[in-house]
């Protein structure tokens, strides 16, 4: 195949030269004519190991071109990728002016041809970027519609530097989001010798992907940090710490907890949180990262009420108050916080928990429920179908499947504010149900 680079760059010239070693024969564009002089003598304009000898490889053989011509890079190649840079504003927003130029000019060079292009965006762009800001400026500029003249694509680029030749070659995952499935496919077709999972995505999806990836990156440095820092105080090894942490693939390293849902509750995660940052306070040591934890949680559980209350009926059924499914244990349970919050605003509430009754609550979780909710009695029923007869909200807070049989019962009238995803493909109608964060 025939594809263009655009920024020659990290991303650009590592794809260039790696898709060059693939077979493919590559023209790179950049508007810096220092990097055009490099990969034209055969050189590697960034440092990076096994970059030399691929780029003056395929120099010398011909494979590779450079040029700062936009148009001459589309008329000679059946496919763009994008890779130019996407910096920080002083606002700390993206700044699209790099992509959105390219987008023009690639633009303006498809008005010149008559066959179809395909143009893949790499730079990291927030989700709603490539169609909302990318798409019209091509088709503007092309006179040309997507799907017919051109195909577009968003493929986030996952290599690290300093073994990105090896990451191009074993990426973690190759991602394509198209506005259409067979543009997607058409895209991934590239990538048929890698190895690794491929995930064909919405447009938007491909783009969030990169997001939560750098943020869990970033989560996880400062995460590692912080348990260092206290535990440096503490007198205790944080690496063997982390090294233990690390093999714990069930719970720790895992898909585990790692679902957008409702808040963390029970009565070990909040106390063992608030227990830890305590104690590094009284060490002297900041843990913003482990101290934000508790105050992010409280704010998920007030978005959940305010969703609730945006929908302004007053007659709310609860699937579930214990802080999770098979359990009874009510201790610091995030619906015991959002049903409190919704009696104080008038609310008319109904709880089933099938596993939650009275009679049986014993010793701390008993004190905890006499405290928080002393009226829990009136507002338990003894069965679900009574949460169906009284309520024009139902929320669905743990992911009991007993719960299902009586959302397939659900009302025109009726809405589902599911909180935790009991099931992907819920027996409501899409009207009928909402998703807390998804
Ligand atoms: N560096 C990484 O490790 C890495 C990894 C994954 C994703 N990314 C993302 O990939 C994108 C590129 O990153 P990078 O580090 O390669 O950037 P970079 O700043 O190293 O290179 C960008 C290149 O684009 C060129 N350029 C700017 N406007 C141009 C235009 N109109 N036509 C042609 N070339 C143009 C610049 O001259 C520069 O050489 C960014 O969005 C970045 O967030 C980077």
Known sequence: ???????LGYVGCVSAACFCELGHEVWGVDVDPVKVDFIRKGQSPIIEKE???????HEKA?????????????????LSLICVGTPSLESGALDTQYVKRVAAQIGQALKKISKSHT????????????RTQLLPILEAESGKKEGAGFSLAYNPEFLREGSAVRDFYEPPKTVVGALREEAAREVARIYQDIPGPVFLTAIEEAEMVKYADNSFHALKVVFANEIGAVAKKLGVDSHRVMEIFAQDTKLNLSPYYLKPGFAFGGSCLPKDVRALTARARELNVAVPMLSSLMTSNREHVHRAVKAILDRKKKKVG???LAFKAGTDDLRESPMVELVETLIGKGYQIKIYDKNVS?????????????????????????????ILDHSEVIVVANSDPDY??????VR???????????????????????????
């Open 404 to 409: 299902l049989p009586i959302l397939a019962e």
């Open 51 to 57: 970059m030399p000898e691929l780029i003056a490889k």
């Open 1 to 7: 195949m025939k594809i263009g680079v655009f920024g």
């Open 358 to 386: 009275l009679a049986r609550l014993r010793g701390a979780n008993r004190v905890f429920i006499e405290r928080t909710l002393p009226h829990l009695a009136e507002l338990l029923c003894e069965t679900a179908q009574e």
């Open 119 to 130: 143009i893949v965006v790499r730079s990291t762009l927030l989700p709603g970027t490539t």
């Open 318 to 320: 609860i699937l579930g």
């Open 62 to 78: 011909g494979h590779l071109h450079a040029t700062s011509s936009a148009e001459e890079a589309v008329t000679q190649t059946d």
């Open 412 to 438: 025109d009238e009726q809405v589902v504010f599911d909180l935790v995803r009991i099931v992907r493909e819920l027996p409501v109608k899409k009207e009928n149900y909402d998703g807390f964060c998804w």
